[in-house]
């Protein structure tokens, strides 16, 4: 199978126009869509206003003393929820579009496969970045302060979970081909995954099982690096942790989206 | 050869077992012929075509398509082919001409040469106008035409067609069909898939016809209605009590084959319909029986179905023609 994506007829070069072709289109058509961008701006800044006060008492607690800015503590959390969120509900448009008869369209054609994704991908992780700078632009004026290094790392992490999100989301569409299957399966994953994150709730507010078992979750692990890169811990463990743990699950997310593209039940 | 394929196999697995849809199909396409693949719902066309165009692997069997190893080389065969898909190919929210052109792009087309032919290729299927609007826009005849310019565009020397003209109107099946052989004309070759006899018949230079997985019969449409033993003849008796009488004389005809009885109607086959007609005629007054009707029909390609499969294509299949005139009636 990878022999016949890495035929000569597929240098890295075509690979990269593909993606390129597959990215506009897909960003296009997101763009068209007015109720989209509206929702699209409206949903980070609903976080923070909605979720804000409610956790502003409880900062304390999840930094463990660490920092007294509550926002450094809350947007960390927010972005990455954006992260997983904003690109783990992807596979439904990819649902519509094999419906459609687009992706066998677009497989006829000897574009590489990878490229499909790929393309798809970078325009979800674009989307995701953007509404992540917006985030983060409204909540200086609300009192964040963080250094700009540890934020630039910061959005790359956010850029490289929602590509893992959403290339894990788009496998397991073309997988099912059926939204009726989709939504239980990813609210199904998410639910877990958000509160063993330690996004919402601290989880030292619960019982040691708790606390174990959302120890392996990357997730957590991924919080907390981008924590540590908003108060300037850059060369921190914390934040070396996260950044190991995107990249991993990065590297998982892309290689199963690129299998499951490649696939002949694709 | 533009085709050659040994032995397609291809099986589903699916809950309620495998199912077979293709089970060893062997076939020769010749550059610049335009072949029809003409058969049932279910009988398996689409899943040969989705084999020959790289979009699932047969289950065994090897074919070459546009001179690439289908298995070997399927990126070889992408590229040489189009490929117009039977259940549309474009998303209703995009703009028609953004669909055409990205699909292009991705054959390797340049934009300012995507959008050129593009354009050319509304006109010339009868898209004017079309080229911005929104694809959930258009009606399913235009739907249709704009899924044939996606599989056009990057002028493919082989093209796959689907089911061509289901969903158009009479006037656009026949624009469709002088399309089709003006791209012959410039070089390319055609299969297509059809459960129109009357497509097969006048667009097809040869037929393969197709029926549970397998292929029952092959040749021009003039070859396939020879094989048909002679002409079909249909006697409507006024009374349905002289039925027996009439098979009787029928039967002692020499050459007669397939004699059937359906109420007050005798119908049968016999070569050269026309010419024994006048004596049969005769024979019949003589006994004192009255005909109601005569009725003799060339042989069809309903008729070649029926002798291969036992049963008829029209059951499941009317050409919109047909069924435009029903609904008149
Ligand atoms: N993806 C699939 N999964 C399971 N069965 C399929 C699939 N595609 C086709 N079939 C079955 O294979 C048979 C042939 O289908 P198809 O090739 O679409 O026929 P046709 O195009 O001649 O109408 C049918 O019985 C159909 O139900
Ligand atoms: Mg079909």
């Keep these: ?266 | 050869m533009m085709i050659e394929a040994r032995g397609l196999v291809r099986t589903f697995k699916t809950k309620r077992g495998p199912v077979q849809a293709v089970q060893g199909v062997d076939l020769n396409v010749a550059d610049g012929e335009i072949v029809g693949f003409l058969g049932p719902n279910g009988a398996g066309k689409t899943t040969t075509m989705r084999m020959l165009a790289t979009l699932i692997k047969p289950t065994s069997g090897t074919a070459t398509v546009a001179g690439c190893d289908l298995a070997k080389d399927p990126v070889g065969v992408r590229r040489r082919i189009g490929y117009v898909p039977q259940s549309g190919s474009t998303l209703p929210e995009a703009i028609a001409g953004d669909e055409v052109v990205d699909h292009a792009r991705l054959y390797g087309v340049d934009k300012k040469r995507a959008i050129a032919d593009g354009r050319r290729l509304f006109e010339e299927l009868d898209l004017p106008g079309l080229w911005r609007r929104q694809c959930k826009t258009l009606s399913g005849g235009q739907r249709r035409r704009l899924d044939i310019v996606m599989g056009l565009i990057h002028d493919p020397k082989l093209i796959f067609l689907d089911e061509p003209t289901t969903g158009l109107d009479p006037q656009a099946r026949a624009n469709l069909w002088e399309h089709i052989r003006g791209l012959r004309e410039r070089g390319a070759t055609i299969f297509l898939t059809t459960h129109y006899l009357d497509e097969a018949d006048a667009l097809c230079d040869r037929i393969l016809v197709i029926d549970h997985g397998r292929i029952v019969a092959a040749g021009k449409p003039e070859e396939l209605k020879q094989q048909v033993s002679g002409d079909g003849v249909r006697l409507s008796l006024g009374d349905a009590e002289n039925a027996p009488a009439v098979t009787k004389i029928v039967e002692e005809l020499p050459g007669a084959v397939a004699v059937e009885t359906d109420g007050d109607v005798v119908g049968f086959r016999i070569p050269k319909g026309g010419s024994v007609l006048p004596s049969l005629l005769r024979t019949i007054d003589a006994q004192g029986i009255e005909l109601n009707g005569v009725e003799v029909h060339r042989p069809t390609l309903d008729d070649v179905f029926l002798t291969m499969t036992g049963r008829s294509l029209r059951d499941d299949s009317e050409t919109p023609a047909e069924a435009q005139k029903e609904a008149a009636a």
Excluded: C
């Excluded at chain 1, 904003?86 to 448009?93: H, S, T």
């Design chain 1, 1 to 266: 199978m990878t022999v016949q994506t890495l035929t000569p007829t597929h240098r890295p070069g075509s690979v990269l126009r593909e993606t390129w072709i597959v990215f506009n289109r897909a960003m296009r058509l997101s763009l068209r869509n007015p109720m989209w961008s509206i929702l699209m701006l409206s949903q980070p800044l609903m976080y923070l206003f909605l979720f804000g006060p409610l956790l502003k008492p409880i900062t304390a607690q999840i930094s463990q003393g660490a920092t007294t800015n509550a926002y450094q503590v809350f947007i960390p959390g927010l972005i990455v929820q954006l992260g997983m969120f904003g690109a783990m509900f992807v596979g439904f448009g990819l649902i519509a579009e094999y419906r459609a008869g687009v992706i066998e369209a677009d497989r006829v054609t000897p574009a590489s496969r990878i490229a499909l994704m790929a393309g798809r991908v970078l325009r979800d992780v674009v989307v995701l970045v953007v509404q992540s700078i917006l985030l983060l632009v409204v909540s200086i004026p609300m009192g964040l302060r963080a250094p700009w290094d540890g934020v630039l790392l910061s959005l790359v992490i956010v850029a490289l979970l929602g590509a893992t999100f959403a290339s894990l989301s788009y496998s397991v569409a073309l997988i099912t081909k059926s939204e009726d299957a989709l939504a239980p399966l990813l609210n199904g994953i998410a639910m877990p995954l958000l509160l063993l994150s330690g996004i919402l709730l601290p989880m030292q507010i619960g019982p040691t099982w708790l606390q174990r078992l959302s120890d392996i979750s990357p997730l957590k692990h991924v919080v907390n690096g981008v924590r540590a890169l908003f108060r300037g811990d850059i060369g921190s463990s914390a934040s070396l942790w996260g950044l190991f743990w995107v990249v991993l699950l990065t590297v998982i997310g892309l290689a199963v989206g690129a299998r499951t593209f490649r696939k002949e039940s694709a």
